[in-house]
């Protein structure tokens, strides 16, 4: 149970950050849908490096855990 909440815990942040980011976009007047493909572009830049995780100095389950959080985040950016 804990990892649910956990994980809905994430995704409310996740997408109050990509609100906060399209917010800060208008008032700094650039319009929303500019930094919502900008946004998108940063978050599918990520797939060049996703397939290199496993050089990194951890165990396998925390490069899954980490490679489906990247993936997660990919997601919620791309509804931006």
């Known amino acids: ?5 956990h ?3 994430n ?11 399209l917010a ?3 008032h700094l007047g650039v319009r929303a849908r500019a930094a919502s ?9 990520a797939d060049v490096w996703l ?3 496993d050089t990194l100095p951890f165990d396998v389950g925390t490069l899954h855990e980490l490679e489906r959080v990247i993936r997660r985040s990919q997601e919620l ?4």
Do not use: K, P, Q
């Open 1 to 5: 149970m804990a990892s649910l909440r």
């Open 7 to 9: 994980s809905a815990a």
């Open 11 to 21: 995704t409310w942040l996740n997408v109050e950050l990509v609100g906060n980011y």
């Open 24 to 26: 800060l976009a208008e």
């Open 37 to 45: 493909v900008t946004i998108g572009r940063v978050a599918a830049s």
């Open 51 to 53: 397939d290199s995780l």
């Open 77 to 80: 950016l791309r509804l931006a």
